[in-house]
T-cell receptor
């Protein structure tokens, strides 16, 4: 079983709704990630948090708002989404990197299937 | 820039056949890491293996084996005696990350869908 837990597993929301995706890990990892995956495509990086600070925002629209309340939790707040935002959203985590390109393994959760109607 | 190519979009085999999934990568880094992940229909990306650029030893884990050849920039994955439960999309990925950044980033290939029929 994965040690990265995501809730909810499935979410259907209207374009005017506000919802949140939640992610939790207890592996002591200090880097956490949000990826978006469309059907038949590889995952695409959205955000990276390192030591609870936002390190990467891959030009994601502001209707997606990440939050890292502590080292174990990662949220993705959703507001005014569009139908094209329907996708699998994957949370992941990895150990603190040590030195350049430590290549630490990124562990993924089971994902949250989001449908925007 | 980094790039990972998985030329096989879909492979279909019959149970008990051996199958090899190809992965070719491009990077200018001298130190890098390669990964394989399995994604069943449920959605979770399951980590299978991590290999660093200095370790060219082949690895075997049960029915799975990996062949890393730096000379051809390839990191191929073989499943021996395939089973229906092996049906999934398999992604090869290459790591990157800013120096001392504290995190890793992955460049994924497009994935190979493996269908194993009884």
């Amino acid at each position: 079983d994965t040690e990265v837990t995501q809730t909810p597993k499935h979410l259907v929301m209207g374009m005017t709704n506000k919802k949140s995706l939640k992610c939790e890990q207890h592996m002591g990892h200090r880097a956490m990630y949000w990826y978006k995956q469309k059907a038949k495509k590889p995952p695409e990086l959205m955000f990276v948090y390192s030591y609870e600070k936002l390190s990467i925002n891959e030009s994601v629209p502001s209707r997606f708002s990440p939050e890292c309340p502590n080292s174990s939790l990662l949220n993705l707040h959703l507001h005014a989404l569009q139908p094209e935002d329907s996708a699998l959203y994957l949370c992941a985590s990895s150990r603190r990197g040590q030195g350049p390109n430590s290549g630490n393994t990124i562990y993924f959760g089971e994902g949250s299937w989001l449908t925007v109607v | 820039a980094q790039k990972v190519t998985q030329a096989q979009t879909e492979i279909s085999v019959v149970e008990k056949e051996d199958v090899t999934l190809d992965c070719v990568y491009e990077t200018r880094d001298t130190t890098y890491y390669l990964f394989w992940y399995k994604q069943p229909p449920s959605g979770e990306l399951v980590f299978l293996i991590r290999r660093n650029s200095f370790d060219e030893q082949n690895e075997i884990s049960g029915r799975y084996s990996w062949n890393f050849q730096k000379s051809t920039s390839s990191f191929n994955f073989t499943i021996t005696a395939s089973q229906v439960v092996d049906s999934a999309v398999y992604f090869c990925a290459l790591s990157g990350g800013a120096m001392n950044s504290g995190y890793s980033t992955l460049t994924f290939g497009k994935g190979t869908m493996l269908l194993v029929s009884p």
